[in-house]
């Protein structure tokens, strides 16, 4: 059965999954918040963040919201995170949303200040929704090839998850189903830091056992910060933990390493940012990241120092040294 989909944020994540739906035969419509952008998309179906790329001839483009949402009882949102809760604002306020419309999130991020998940704003701005969250490790740049993905279909009621499973799934893009709402946004969301963290210890030189260390003891974290919350152990052991971690420590493609790079190669916050094309959505969560774990009263000192390399200005290698300095527990220590 083919759907009628509107998909919020033309990105390179929302323009890909646009592009994948309408070649299944949904009827999309894209909402690009920028008219000139939109304008320049409607006209020649590519993007220049991604060049793979070439939109589907039957995905509509339009700045438009209500137009975007019309007669559309399925909702994609792919903005940024800090954007999330405004546009579901303009989406609740345009008055033509379906009643229950099933609502699908593929933004990875807290929003600041709250520390609350997309699915968590979803609720609160759009009552009735049916929420489902689709993640794992899947870069836009080889899903827009074709390249073969696995990801993760998550939701409260299991049926919902089934049907994003039916929208979406194709030759090349496989979805497995599962109930874990906090586990699967929670991984997807607190990999970015530790991505950030993998690319500083590229730019300053560092090798395969940092990085596999940074990475083991970020999951590490993760699944206790998420586990505290009423996330499943397990979850993070999956693609949305696990899987998403490695792809977005270790690919050429990842915009967070990419950043962390820069500045461990000694660049400035504030200059590696402004030489980003792409968001890079752990410089966003590690404040709420970081303000999360402190409520939980969980030690998690490498979101702890990616903060402060973030936000305070502190040296990369001396954030090196005091993880390294830190009191050496027994591996398990801090699980209660």
């Not at 033509?96 to 699908?104: C, K």
């Not at 998940?117 to 827009?144: F, K």
């Not at 999951?219 to 949305?240: C, D, H, P, Q, V």
Request: aromatic residues 6%.
């Amino acid at each position: 059965m083919t759907e009628r989909i509107a998909v919020l944020g033309a990105g390179s994540w929302g323009a890909t999954l646009a592009n994948l739906l309408a070649e299944k035969g949904h009827s999309v419509n894209l909402w690009e918040f920028d008219s000139n952008a939109a304008d320049r998309l409607r006209k020649t179906r590519r993007l220049s963040i991604i060049p793979d790329l070439n939109l589907h001839k039957n995905v509509l483009v339009s700045s438009d919201i209500t137009e975007v949402l019309k007669g559309c009882p399925v909702i994609l949102s792919a903005t940024p995170s800090e954007f999330v809760r405004s546009t579901l604002k303009k989406a609740a306020a345009s008055k033509v949303l379906h009643a229950g419309p099933v609502f699908i999130s593929v933004t990875k991020g807290l929003e600041s200040g709250s520390m609350k998940r997309m699915s968590e704003i979803a609720a609160e701005e759009i009552p009735g929704a049916r929420i489902a969250v689709l993640s794992g490790p899947s870069h836009a740049e080889e899903v827009c090839l074709k390249l073969p993905t696995a990801v993760v279909a998550a939701a409260a009621d299991i049926a919902v998850a089934e049907k994003v499973r039916e929208i979406f799934s194709s030759n090349y893009f496989r979805i497995y189903t599962q109930h874990d709402l906090i586990g699967v946004e929670l991984g997807g969301t607190l990999k970015n830091i530790y991505a950030i963290a993998c690319g500083i210890s590229d730019g300053l030189g560092f090798g395969d056992n940092t990085k596999a260390a940074i990475m083991t003891r970020g999951l590490n974290e993760m699944a206790r910060i998420g586990y505290k919350l009423g996330g499943e152990l397990k979850t993070f052991f999956g693609l949305t933990g696990m899987g998403d971690l490695i792809v977005t420590c270790l690919s050429r493609h990842s915009r967070n390493r990419a950043l962390g790079e820069k500045i461990g190669k000694g660049k400035s916050v504030a200059q590696a940012l402004s030489e980003m094309t792409m968001v890079a959505e752990g410089y966003k969560t590690a404040p709420p990241a970081f303000h999360l774990a402190e409520r939980l009263n969980i030690d998690a000192p490498l979101i702890r120092e990616a903060h402060l390399i973030l936000y305070d200005g502190k040296n990369p290698k001396q954030s090196l040294i005091d993880l390294m300095a830190r009191e050496m527990p027994g591996e398990w220590q801090n699980w209660k």
